[in-house]
């Protein structure tokens, strides 16, 4: 198992995730108004949380490769299936390839999760974990690139209008039933 790799690159997703959320906060005004964007935003944010979490999952017990096997293939097909339903790729042709990329890059890495022998089956000598690691450095990778596209992707402008005011707080806005501001006495003093 390749304990090592997974410690660091769990370490290495999270530190994304984080670093992701911050752009998502000072991006928040601007995205709120579009759901597009706040799909796209947890769309980069499955990039780095499910790596992390497969990473973490497998240092579990590294021996075990049932569990390897079993979480890498929830996972990923988890992905894959998260990224079709959330339907939002970022921006142009490269946005649109990079989001199928990743599509495909989940369903591979659950296929080999399911059927390792495919990898020896394609006459590769590396272990199947190994071509999983792989591929899931691939996937945090395109997943930069996707955040840096849309991190650079100018929102479209809230069509939303400011909230109004109730009308009978808008006629009386301290608030109180039967006193308005304006009047000398409150109710019940004369």
Not at 89 to 117: C, D, E, K, M, N
């Amino acid at each position: 198992m390749l304990t090592d790799f997974y410690i660091s690159f769990s370490a290495v997703c999270f530190t994304l995730l984080g670093l992701w959320l911050v752009v998502v906060q000072t991006r928040h005004a601007e995205w709120r108004g579009s759901s597009l964007h706040r799909r796209r935003a947890y769309a980069v944010a499955m990039h780095f949380s499910l790596p992390g979490l497969m990473s973490l999952l497998a240092l579990i017990n590294p021996h075990s490769t049932v569990l390897w096997r079993v979480s890498f293939a929830i996972a990923a097909i988890g992905g894959a299936v998260v990224l079709i339903a959330v339907r939002a790729p970022a921006q142009g042709r490269l946005g649109l390839s990079a989001y199928t990329f990743a599509i495909a890059l989940y369903a591979v890495i659950g296929l080999l999760a399911i059927a390792p022998g495919i990898v020896s089956g394609l006459g590769l000598a590396a272990a199947p974990v190994r071509v999983e690691a792989v591929l899931l450095t691939i996937l945090v990778f395109a997943g930069v690139n996707v955040a840096w596209l849309l991190l650079f992707e100018a929102a479209p402008p809230a069509d939303r209008e400011p909230p109004r005011r109730k009308a009978s707080i808008a006629r009386n806005p301290g608030g109180r039933a039967g006193h308005h501001p304006d009047s000398a006495a409150s109710p019940g003093s004369s």
